[in-house]
């Protein structure tokens, strides 16, 4: 295995990406929603994921920038590409779950929500697991 720092900086955004989300979702959210009322958490929470998401995209997009002109492998490339794509998908659902939010459109607020989760899960198992597979 080639350990220049080009072959090792992909494998640094993925746990970067790990670490990002782990905070975000795994800390910063549940905390505010145990010592605040929804109605405090959620302008807080509405300024923080949209940063959460672009920041991810955009070191996944690094990633796979130095993964295709890197030589780099074919694991970490399919990762870095869904990385991307999901956390743009995320990015982009925003406004729309955000309006059903405030017009209490429940059903398409879960929904909407339920698919941000998943692909950020999904992101998360992804950036954790790949390097295993080089």
């Known amino acids: 295995?080639?350990?220049?720092?080009?072959?090792?900086?992909?494998?640094?955004?993925?746990?970067?990406?790990?670490?990002?989300?782990?905070?975000?979702?795994?800390?910063i959210a549940p905390?505010?929603?145990?010592?605040?009322?929804?109605?405090?958490?959620?302008?807080f929470l509405r300024v923080v994921f949209p940063q959460l998401f672009l920041l991810a995209l955009s070191v996944g997009f690094f990633?796979?920038?130095?993964?295709?002109?890197?030589n780099g492998s074919m694991a970490g490339m399919?990762?870095?590409s869904i990385t991307v794509a999901f956390m743009g998908i995320c990015y982009f659902i925003i406004p729309a779950t955000n309006s059903a939010k405030d017009v209490g459109d429940?059903?398409?607020?879960?929904?909407?929500?339920?698919?941000?989760?998943t692909l950020t899960?999904?992101?998360l198992a992804l950036n954790l697991f790949w390097i295993f597979f080089i």
Not at 20 to 27: S, V
Not at 63 to 70: A, E, Q, T
Not at 106 to 117: G, W
């Open 31 to 43: 905390t505010l929603f145990k010592k605040f009322a929804a109605e405090e958490v959620g302008p």
């Open 106 to 117: 429940e059903t398409v607020f879960k929904r909407l929500h339920r698919l941000s989760v």
């Open 78 to 80: 399919i990762v870095s």
């Open 1 to 27: 295995m080639d350990l220049t720092i080009l072959s090792v900086l992909p494998i640094f955004f993925s746990g970067a990406i790990v670490g990002m989300i782990l905070f975000h979702a795994g800390i």
């Open 121 to 123: 899960v999904t992101v």
């Open 63 to 70: 990633s796979l920038f130095i993964l295709l002109f890197g």
